[in-house]
């Protein structure tokens, strides 16, 4: 995430809200507005190099016009109604988190979630940690890390979505003073989520945030994820085996350029039913994205290859179980992670989060996606 600095957006606020206000139409969506703020600075003479430095405030000045924060056309609503919010008030963890780089390294983020975990001591024992993964597996509508994030800030969440997808989906908007929960976006630094509880407007749908799973996974369906699979430079081998074996993942060989994505092979049994396969790969799929197999710098994946066997395979189970219980299938790995007997203190929390997120994405079941599904 970018460093926002008060006295730098001071300087950039004025510009952008001129950009929008005489080059746009109330109503305007966040499109057209980015295109005159763009075509406001080209004409100030930045250019494509400021591009990086510039756009976090950017992000930061679209939100807080969508949120009601900033109202570009003081002389008539903005948002079809709706009373402009309060600023927002962040929490010492939301200022540490929404003050950091994009481009930190694996250690630097670690680092950051390490520090902010032990200083609450969350995680310190098993029963946490299953209510943690418990809780991710609820917010099917945030990605793995995201719903981390959520829970770390406001465990008792059930629903929680950004203003604009309360106004647009929902007919809700916050309310007065609401304080805003922050994760992670996709291609930016952070966005802005409210908890279902400071919203106000329609009644939500009993099914509003029900995304179809797949319990009962059929072998077409299953073909499509592995066919989403093979795109990320992952070979599959069907193993005809014994109900005892499952699976398992090698490199094949490295990146060309050392900066590309490294080529494996990943093999499961194609004798086993197809929910049964799925898991299988999301175990193996999980090894290779903790780092188990070593560094892959096009997938931003560190070499971990030093972690004790043991918990290796308790860091796969956990990441397989999340991804498999969120989309509606039950592992059997749930008693063997409640049976760990290893040291809380030596999971990397921030690892399996991390690579479930992976695994969902590559096997084409990311919560991003399944949610622009839902809408459209």
């Given at each position: 995430?970018?460093?926002?600095?008060?006295?730098?957006?001071?300087?950039?606020?004025?510009?952008?809200?001129?950009a929008v206000n005489t080059r746009t139409k109330p109503g305007a969506d966040r499109n057209e507005m980015m295109q005159a703020i763009s075509d406001q600075l080209a004409e100030a003479s930045y250019g494509e190099d400021d591009a990086g430095d510039i756009g976090?405030?950017?992000?930061?000045?679209?939100?807080?016009?969508?949120?009601?924060?900033?109202?570009?056309?003081?002389?008539?609503?903005?948002?079809?109604?709706?009373?402009?919010?309060?600023?927002?008030?962040?929490?010492?963890?939301?200022?540490?988190?929404?003050?950091?780089?994009?481009?930190?390294?694996?250690?630097?983020?670690?680092?950051?979630?390490?520090?902010?975990?032990?200083?609450?001591?969350?995680?310190?024992?098993?029963?946490?940690?299953?209510?943690?993964?418990?809780?991710?597996?609820?917010?099917?509508?945030?990605?793995?890390?995201?719903?981390?994030?959520?829970?770390?800030?406001k465990p008792g969440l059930t629903h929680a979505a950004t203003a604009q997808d309360w106004r647009d989906r929902f007919g809700r908007a916050p309310k007065r003073g609401a304080r805003p929960l922050l994760v992670l976006r996709t291609m930016g630094p952070v966005?802005?989520?409210?908890?279902?509880?400071?919203?106000?407007?329609?009644?939500?749908?009993?099914?509003?945030?029900?995304?179809?799973?797949?319990?009962?996974?059929?072998?077409?369906?299953?073909?499509?994820?592995?066919?989403?699979?093979?795109?990320?430079?992952?070979?599959?081998?069907?193993?005809?085996?014994?109900?005892?074996?499952?699976?398992?993942?090698?490199?094949?060989?490295?990146?060309?350029?050392?900066?590309?994505?490294?080529?494996?092979?990943?093999?499961?049994?194609?004798?086993?039913?197809?929910?049964?396969?799925?898991?299988?790969?999301?175990?193996?799929?999980?090894?290779?994205?903790?780092?188990?197999?070593?560094?892959?710098?096009?997938?931003?994946?560190?070499?971990?290859?030093?972690?004790?066997?043991?918990?290796?395979?308790?860091?796969?189970?956990?990441?397989?179980?999340?991804?498999?219980?969120?989309?509606?299938?039950?592992?059997?790995?749930?008693?063997?992670?409640?049976?760990?007997?290893?040291?809380?203190?030596?999971?990397?929390?921030?690892?399996?989060?991390?690579?479930?997120?992976?695994?969902?994405?590559?096997?084409?079941?990311?919560?991003?996606?399944?949610?622009?599904?839902?809408c459209h």
């Amino acid at each position: 995430m970018a460093i926002i600095r008060p006295e730098t957006y001071s300087k950039f606020k004025p510009i952008f809200l001129d950009a929008v206000n005489t080059r746009t139409k109330p109503g305007a969506d966040r499109n057209e507005m980015m295109q005159a703020i763009s075509d406001q600075l080209a004409e100030a003479s930045y250019g494509e190099d400021d591009a990086g430095d510039i756009g976090p405030y950017i992000d930061l000045f679209l939100e807080e016009v969508s949120i009601g924060t900033i109202d570009p056309f003081p002389n008539g609503p903005y948002l079809a109604g709706l009373e402009p919010s309060p600023a927002p008030v962040f929490t010492p963890f939301q200022k540490d988190l929404f003050a950091r780089k994009p481009a930190q390294t694996e250690t630097q983020e670690r680092a950051l979630l390490d520090q902010l975990i032990a200083a609450t001591q969350l995680y310190d024992s098993s029963e946490a940690i299953q209510e943690l993964l418990a809780f991710t597996i609820r917010l099917r509508e945030f990605a793995p890390f995201n719903a981390m994030l959520l829970h770390i800030q406001k465990p008792g969440l059930t629903h929680a979505a950004t203003a604009q997808d309360w106004r647009d989906r929902f007919g809700r908007a916050p309310k007065r003073g609401a304080r805003p929960l922050l994760v992670l976006r996709t291609m930016g630094p952070v966005d802005f989520v409210f908890d279902v509880l400071d919203t106000e407007g329609r009644e939500l749908p009993v099914d509003a945030f029900s995304f179809p799973t797949f319990g009962n996974l059929s072998a077409n369906r299953f073909g499509e994820f592995m066919r989403a699979v093979t795109k990320d430079k992952i070979d599959l081998v069907q193993l005809d085996a014994g109900d005892g074996s499952a699976g398992w993942i090698r490199l094949l060989a490295l990146s060309g350029s050392g900066k590309g994505k490294n080529l494996y092979q990943l093999a499961y049994n194609r004798n086993h039913p197809p929910p049964t396969r799925f898991v299988t790969v999301a175990h193996e799929l999980a090894h290779l994205f903790l780092g188990h197999l070593g560094a892959d710098v096009g997938r931003r994946v560190p070499d971990r290859r030093d972690t004790p066997h043991e918990l290796m395979v308790v860091e796969a189970e956990m990441v397989a179980y999340l991804v498999a219980m969120r989309n509606g299938l039950e592992p059997r790995s749930e008693s063997y992670l409640s049976n760990y007997s290893g040291a809380l203190g030596e999971l990397n929390l921030y690892a399996v989060m991390r690579t479930a997120n992976a695994v969902e994405t590559v096997m084409g079941i990311s919560a991003h996606k399944l949610w622009n599904e839902e809408c459209h």
